[in-house]
């Protein structure tokens, strides 16, 4: 080989090296990446269904425990209704919460949220129904309000709502045609108590509630409490409802979601003197000791949904959207029948 070659070669290569070379040197002097800083607080989603102080003497004592059970700084979100609980998740301004099954299951599907535990009854029941209740003596019967004259005002539950709005759209109002925009002279949409007091103050003739609602107005036992529930009467019952979904962050950091599952189980578990004082905090939060659950806690809302817009399909004759919700329900009855039994 004749060396002109051989330095041409070299002084072709020689910028490559060079810039090789380069490279190699920023590699060695830069620094490690460093590691994402441990999460120290922990924000804890709850819809606000009174005032904040109120809240926070019924959920304070449980927020210090998880405190300092675990570690991390807990702080509560107050919510006005379910829609601000899954917002707060989406962009990240909370890490879990307390959800109905249907605020849950909107949780899952648009702010990346998980089912890890569900509550219970702190009698042991297991499930709840969602009512409508109305003025006792004011003659109002669920024949009255399906004539849709356009006389009443109606109190609704929140949108995302189970037993406020999704169970009586499927179960009463659906099969039976009927839109409440146009059945009621007007319709508001409220909290379960909001509706609880409306009614039984007289303020509004009828409106959707819950039986743990009215459970824990019967709990609290002031004699404000007493004289509402005295002032009202149940129309009409929904089929049972599943306990409320706990939802956490799918992305949380393991390590988090261990210390968090770790004092969630064990919380109020147990006969000693430590475990019934945590139960007399679950009861004024309206639960027992929570359970393991996953996100097939909420086929049974799925189910409802489903059969709702079936219902829906139906009274408009909409064959495209009748069978795209009969595949619906197919899809969730066959992850029925595979999901364990608890």
């Known amino acids: 080989m004749k060396l002109g070659y051989v330095a041409a070669m070299i002084r072709r290569l020689a910028p490559l090296a060079a810039a090789l070379a380069a490279v190699l040197a920023l590699a060695a002097c830069a620094k490690p990446t460093p590691k994402a800083e441990a999460q120290t607080t922990l924000t804890f989603s709850i819809v606000s269904t009174e005032a904040t102080q109120t809240q926070m003497q019924e959920w304070g004592p449980f927020l210090k425990d998880m405190e300092k059970a675990t570690g991390l700084t807990v702080k509560p979100f107050f919510g006005s209704n379910y829609s601000a ?6 962009f990240k301004q909370s890490d879990l919460g307390w959800f109905t099954n249907q605020s849950g299951l909107e949780a899952v599907r648009r702010a990346g949220g998980e089912v890890f535990a569900r509550t219970t009854h702190p009698k042991g029941a297991d499930g709840y129904q ?3 209740i109305v003025k006792k003596g004011s003659g109002i019967t669920l024949d009255r ?4 004259d356009h006389t009443l005002d109606f109190g609704m539950g929140d949108a995302k709502s189970t037993s406020g709005t999704l169970a009586p759209n499927t179960y009463l109002f659906g099969p039976r045609g009927i839109d ?3 059945c009621f002279k007007t319709v508001r949409s409220a909290s379960a108590e909001a509706n609880l007091y409306s009614v039984g103050n007289g303020t509004i003739p009828a409106a959707t509630d819950n039986t743990r609602s009215m459970d824990r107005l019967a709990a609290i036992g002031t004699p404000q409490a007493r004289k509402v529930l005295d002032a009202i009467q149940v129309i009409w019952t929904s089929p049972t409802i599943p306990e ?4 956490w962050r799918a992305d949380l950091d393991p390590a988090v979601k261990k210390k968090v599952a770790d004092f969630i189980f064990s919380y109020g578990v147990g006969d000693t003197d430590e475990a019934k004082r945590q139960r007399a905090i679950l009861e004024r939060i309206q639960t027992g000791a929570f359970k393991h659950a996953d996100n097939a806690h909420l086929l049974p809302v799925r189910e409802m949904e ?6 829906q399909a139906k009274a408009k004759g909409d064959a495209a959207a009748l069978a795209a919700a009969q595949a619906k329900l197919d899809r969730v009855h066959k992850e029925m029948a595979a999901a364990p039994k608890s």
Do not use: N
């Not at 609980?85 to 989406?90: G, H, I, N, T, Y």
């Not at 489903?306 to 219902?311: D, H, I, K, P």
């Open 85 to 90: 609980l899954v917002e707060a998740m989406r």
């Open 130 to 132: 969602g009512v409508i």
């Open 145 to 148: 309000l399906l004539k849709c």
């Open 180 to 182: 409440p925009a146009k």
């Open 244 to 247: 409320d979904p706990m939802v």
């Open 306 to 311: 489903a059969t709702g817009e079936m219902v």
